[in-house]
C-alpha cells in the first residue's frame, strides 16, 4: 500500500499524531529485518515521559536502523529544523563524551523538512558516533518496506486497503458489532491450549495452509487475530484477505508471511508461497473439516472449541455484565462467541445468517421447539407428528444445516446409526429468528406430544421401576421440559404472540401435575424446576394441593431418596424449583410456607440440600436470595412465625452474624424469568436492619422457653455482634425472676458451657447473677478438700482441668461485677478445682452456680478489703488481677456476691 508523504505531512496537523507516531516509529524499526535486542519507545500518554524519545540496541545495522546503540528524538512542530537544534543542543549536554562516541542520534519528524542535510552536516561537531534525521519522505520510503505496518498506518489514516485489513482493525470491528463488545481476552478466555498451539505454529513460520476450526468462520479468524496480537513481531507480518484483490497485495509484498482468509472460499485465491502461512476458517460441521480430521496428514487443522459455560460467565463479568445475567446469557447463547454476537447486535436488528434463506430453514421452527432429540424410533416418530411430514425430509434438512457456516445445529455421534444426536446451539436465538414462522398447527401439536411424553416416565427419573419404561430418549424428555419456560416467557416477544402461549402452557403444566400420584412426581422430578418457572402459579397450586392430601404424594420425592452420598436425590429437584420461584417478591410468601410444610416431612440427611437450608439462605441478611426487599423479607417472617414459630426462630438463628468468614451455595435463579438479576449484595444499612430485626425476634420469641434461651446462650458472640447482648441479659433477668426454679438449671448450663466456648466472656457473669442458684440433682457437690476458695481483692475467676502429668493452661472468666443493676460492691474469689472431683463432667461454674452448702464445709478466707464497685462495662476492657490475701484459719464465714444475688455459705 502506497502512502504519500503529503499524506504524513497533512496527518502531523492532526492532534493524535504526537502520540502515535512513537507507535508507527516502533511498529518499524520491528520490521526492518535487524536483530533489535532492545527497544524503548513508549507512545500514548508515555511520549510525555522526560529522557529520550526512544532507544534502541541493535546487533546489526541496516538502511533505517544503524548499527549499535541508537537515541531517537520525535516532533511534530511544523520547524522541525529550530526543534532539531534544540533537542541535539540538550542531548550533547545530558552526555558524556564516551558514550556519545558510541551511539547514533536520529531525529524522526512528519514534517516534509527540504533542508535535513544542512542540519546533519551541521551537528557532526556535535561529538557523536552519527546524526541522521527522517523526514516524512524517508517515512513514506520505510513504509514501502514494510506493507504490513502500511495497511496499519493506513487504517489509521482513515484509508481503505485494497482488500487487506490488519488483524487488530479485524478483531476490532468484529468485536464492536455488538454490545458489550468482544475483546481479545475475552475469546482466549477457556482456550489456551488452542491459542499456545496457534503461536507455536506461527512461530515456526512454515508455509501453508493452516485449518482453524470454530462455531463460524469470522470466529475462527477474529481468535487468531486475538492470538496474533499478543506477539508484535508476528503481528506486523500479518494480515487479513477480505477479497480476492487482497491476494494481488500479498504477492506483491513478500515481507508478509501470515495470510488470514475471512471465509474458507477465499482460500483457493492463495498464492503459491513456500513462506506464506495460510489460515483457512472453517466452521462447526464442515464437511472438508470433517474429513481433515479423520486424516491429519493432508492438512494440520486446529480445532478451537466453545469455551465451558462458567469460563464464559467469567469472560462476560470482564466485559462489565453482572454475574446474574452473565450466567443467563452463558446459558442461553450455548456457549458460542458467534451467537452472543448476534443475540447482542448493535445496531438492532442484526444481520440474519445465510442459511435462513435458504431452502431447508422450513426445519427451523422445529429446532425452535425441540431442541434435541436423538436418531432413534420414538424421537423420530415424535419429531414428525410435531413437524406434520415425513423425518426423512426433516433429517436431510437437518443434514444440509448442519454443515453450514455458523450452523444452528450440531450432529454429535457417528454420522450414521442410532446413537446420532441432533442439538440447536442457540435455542433462544432460533425462537426471535424464526418464531413468526411457527404455524398454530405445529404448536397445538408441540403442546399435545409434550404432555404424552413428559407423562410417561424416563430412565433419567428413576421412576421406570414404578412404571414401564418410555420408548423416548432422556434428551427429548429434557427438551420438551426446557422449551415450555422459554415459550411460555420469551415465545410473546417473537411471533408467537398471536398463538397465546403463555395461558396455554399454564394449561398444560397444571394437567400434568394436577391430582399427581406418587409415580407421577417421581417421573417428573428431574423436570420440576423448568415447569415451576413454565407456571409458576399452577406449579405451586399442585404443591398445596399434594401437600395438603391425606397421603402427601408429594412425599415420594423425599422417601424414594437415598443418603447424602448414595442413591438419587429426588427431592432436591423439588427444592431447585421453589428456590427459582423465591426471588419473585409476589410469590416468596407462598413459597416459603410451603418450604416451611416441606421442613415437617421426614428426609434423608443430605448435607447439601434441604428445606431449612434454603429457607435460610432466602432470609441471608448479607446475600438474601430474593429480590423481595428486607422490610419484605421480614413481613414474611413475622407472618410465618404464627405457624412455624420453632422453624422460624432457627431461621432468625442462622441470620445472626457469623463467628468466622460464612459461605454459602447460592441458590438456584430462574433461567428466562427477570428475577433473579439484580446484583448480588446489600448495603450496610440492609444487613444490620435485617440482623438486629432478627436478633429482636428471637429474644422476643425466646421469652418463656428455657430450650429456646439455651441456644440464644449457646450463640452468645453472635448475639454480642448483633448488639443485642443487653436485650439477651434482660430477658434471662425475666426468666430468672417469673420461672420456678425446676426450669432454671438447662439456662445455667448453657451459660456455663459458653465460658468455654465464648471468644469473650467478659460479661458472663452478668448471666450468672440473672439466674439465682438452683439445687439440680444431676451434681454432687465436692468434699471440703476437694475446692478451696481464696479471697482476692482481683475481680476475676479461674477454673481449669487437670491433666495427669501436666497443668494445663489456665481460663480466666469474670466471676462477679458491680454497679448498674446487679450489686454495688463486687466481692470476688479465685477458685481452683478439678472437672474430675465431680461426679458430672460440667464445667465448674455450673457446679458452683447450682451448689449450696454449709459454710463450716468450705475452706476460705475473710477478705482483707472489700473491692470497689465496678461499672458492668469495664469488663469489656480490662480485667483486674492482684495478689492474693495471706490465708486465714478455716470455718470462717464468708459472704460469696454473684451479681445481684447474695449467697451466704
Given amino acids: 500500500m502506497s502512502i504519500d508523504a503529503a499524506r504524513i505531512d497533512a496527518w502531523a496537523e492532526s492532534p493524535d499524531a504526537r502520540h502515535t507516531l512513537p507507535e508507527l516509529v516502533r511498529r518499524l524499526l520491528l520490521q526492518a529485518g535487524v536483530p533489535i535486542h532492545r527497544l524503548h519507545m513508549p507512545s500514548g500518554s508515555g511520549a510525555d515521559l522526560p529522557g529520550f524519545d526512544g532507544i534502541v540496541e541493535a546487533d546489526a545495522g541496516k538502511a533505517w536502523v544503524p548499527e549499535g546503540r541508537t537515541v531517537v528524538e520525535l516532533s511534530c512542530e511544523r520547524d522541525p529544523a529550530r526543534k532539531a537544534r534544540a533537542d541535539l543542543a540538550k542531548r550533547s549536554r545530558a552526555t558524556s563524551r564516551e558514550e556519545k562516541a558510541a551511539t547514533t542520534f536520529i531525529f524522526v519528524t512528519p514534517r516534509r523538512w527540504c533542508r535535513k542535510s544542512d542540519w546533519t552536516a551541521e551537528a557532526k561537531g556535535q561529538g557523536w558516533k552519527e546524526v541522521r534525521a527522517y523526514d516524512a519522505d524517508d517515512l513514506a520510503a520505510w513504509l514501502e518496506a514494510t506493507p504490513a505496518v502500511a495497511v496499519w498506518f493506513a487504517e489509521t489514516l482513515g484509508l481503505a486497503g485494497p482488500g487487506v485489513t490488519s488483524p487488530e482493525a479485524f478483531l476490532e470491528r468484529w468485536g464492536k458489532a455488538c454490545a458489550p463488545a468482544i475483546t481479545a481476552l475475552a475469546l482466549r478466555t477457556g482456550r489456551q491450549h488452542p491459542a499456545r498451539e496457534l503461536r507455536r505454529r506461527l512461530a515456526e513460520s512454515k508455509g501453508g495452509p493452516l485449518i482453524l476450526h470454530a462455531d463460524s468462520e469470522a470466529e475462527a479468524v477474529a481468535f487468531a487475530a486475538a492470538v496474533i496480537g499478543r506477539a508484535p513481531r508476528l503481528a506486523e507480518s500479518a494480515l487479513v484477505v477480505e477479497t480476492a484483490e487482497g491476494w494481488r497485495f500479498v504477492e506483491q509484498n ?43 496428514r493432508q492438512v494440520p487443522i486446529l480445532v478451537i472449541p466453545r469455551p465451558a459455560a462458567w469460563v464464559m460467565e467469567r469472560a462476560l463479568v470482564r466485559l462489565g455484565l453482572d454475574e446474574p445475567r452473565a450466567e443467563r446469557l452463558a446459558r442461553q447463547c450455548g456457549r458460542s462467541w458467534s451467537v452472543f454476537r448476534r443475540l447482542n447486535a448493535t445496531p438492532v436488528p442484526a444481520w440474519r445468517p445465510a442459511w435462513l434463506t435458504e431452502p431447508e430453514r422450513r426445519a427451523i421452527p422445529l429446532l425452535a421447539l425441540v431442541d434435541t432429540f436423538i436418531d432413534r424410533e420414538g424421537d423420530r416418530e415424535v419429531v414428525a407428528r410435531i413437524a406434520g411430514r415425513p423425518f426423512e425430509d426433516i433429517e436431510r434438512e437437518l443434514r444440509i444445516l448442519a454443515v453450514a457456516d455458523d450452523a444452528p445445529l450440531l450432529e454429535i455421534g457417528p454420522r450414521f446409526g442410532p446413537n446420532r444426536t441432533f442439538k440447536a446451539k442457540p435455542p433462544l436465538e432460533l425462537l426471535h429468528l424464526a418464531g413468526d414462522r411457527i404455524t398454530s398447527g405445529e404448536f397445538e401439536r408441540f403442546l399435545g406430544e409434550a404432555a404424552r411424553v413428559l407423562a410417561e416416565p424416563s ?40 398463538l397465546d402461549v403463555a395461558s396455554k402452557i399454564e394449561r398444560l403444566v ?72 423465591a426471588w419473585c417478591p409476589l410469590r416468596l410468601r407462598r413459597v416459603c410456607d410451603v418450604l416451611c410444610a416441606l421442613s415437617a416431612l421426614p428426609r434423608p440427611e443430605n448435607l447439601a440440600n434441604s428445606p431449612p437450608g434454603s429457607l435460610a439462605n432466602i432470609f441471608r441478611p448479607w446475600l438474601p436470595q430474593t429480590d423481595a426487599s428486607v422490610d419484605d423479607r421480614l413481613a414474611v417472617l413475622e407472618a410465618l412465625e404464627r405457624d412455624h414459630a420453632d422453624l422460624v426462630f432457627d431461621l432468625h438463628l442462622s441470620m445472626l452474624p457469623a463467628t468466622h468468614r460464612a459461605t454459602m451455595i447460592p441458590n438456584q435463579r430462574p433461567a428466562w424469568r427477570g428475577e433473579g438479576l439484580r446484583a448480588g449484595g446489600v448495603t450496610i444499612a440492609e444487613y444490620r436492619r435485617a440482623v ?214
Fill in 254 to 296: 513478500p515481507q508478509l508471511r501470515i495470510a488470514l482468509c475471512a471465509s474458507s472460499a477465499l482460500a483457493e485465491r492463495a498464492p503459491a508461497r513456500d513462506d506464506l502461512l495460510v489460515l483457512v476458517p472453517h466452521a462447526a460441521g464442515d464437511p472438508h473439516a470433517r474429513r481433515q480430521e479423520t486424516d491429519r
Fill in 692 to 905: 438486629e430485626a432478627a436478633a429482636d425476634r428471637a429474644i422476643d420469641s425466646a421469652s418463656g422457653h428455657p430450650e429456646r434461651l439455651v441456644r440464644l446462650v449457646e450463640q452468645l458472640d453472635r448475639v454480642r455482634k448483633a448488639g443485642r447482648e443487653d436485650a439477651l441479659l434482660a430477658a434471662l433477668a425475666r426468666f430468672a425472676k417469673e420461672s420456678p426454679p425446676t426450669k432454671r438449671a438447662s439456662p445455667v448450663g448453657a451459660l456455663s458451657a459458653s465460658g468455654s466456648t465464648s471468644t469473650s466472656f467478659d460479661r458472663s457473669d452478668l448471666f450468672l447473677g440473672a439466674l439465682p442458684p438452683a439445687r439440680s440433682p444431676e451434681f454432687t457437690a465436692p468434699s471440703p478438700r476437694e475446692i478451696s476458695l481464696h479471697d482476692t481483692l482481683g475481680c476475676s475467676m479461674q477454673f481449669f482441668p487437670t491433666s495427669p502429668g501436666r497443668r494445663p493452661p489456665t481460663r480466666r472468666v469474670s466471676a462477679s461485677s458491680g454497679g448498674n443493676a446487679f450489686a454495688p460492691c463486687v466481692r470476688s474469689c479465685n477458685v481452683r478445682a478439678s472437672a474430675a472431683c465431680f461426679a458430672s463432667p460440667r464445667p465448674v461454674l455450673n457446679a458452683l452456680a447450682s451448689w449450696v452448702r454449709p459454710p463450716c464445709e468450705l475452706a476460705s478466707t475473710r477478705a482483707t478489703s472489700s473491692a470497689k464497685p465496678l461499672r458492668a462495662a469495664s469488663f469489656r476492657r480490662r480485667r483486674i488481677h492482684r495478689r492474693r490475701s495471706p490465708c486465714a484459719p478455716p470455718c470462717t464465714p464468708l459472704r460469696f456476691t454473684c451479681g445481684a444475688l447474695l449467697w451466704s455459705c
Fill in 510 to 581: 397444571g394437567e400434568l401435575l394436577a391430582k399427581a400420584d406418587r409415580t407421577r412426581w417421581l417421573s417428573l422430578a428431574p423436570y420440576l424446576p423448568e415447569l415451576a418457572e413454565a407456571a409458576p402459579d399452577h406449579f405451586l397450586e399442585a404443591v398445596e394441593e399434594s401437600l395438603d392430601a391425606p397421603d402427601r404424594p408429594i412425599a415420594a420425592l423425599f422417601d424414594e431418596s437415598g443418603s447424602a452420598s448414595f442413591g438419587r436425590h429426588y427431592y432436591a429437584h423439588l427444592l431447585w424449583a421453589l428456590e427459582r420461584l
Fill in 459 to 498: 430412565r433419567r427419573s428413576g421412576a421406570v421401576r414404578f412404571s414401564g419404561t418410555s420408548g423416548y430418549s432422556d434428551h427429548l424428555h429434557e427438551a420438551l421440559a426446557a422449551a415450555l419456560p422459554r415459550l411460555a416467557v420469551r415465545g410473546p416477544e417473537t411471533g408467537l404472540s398471536r
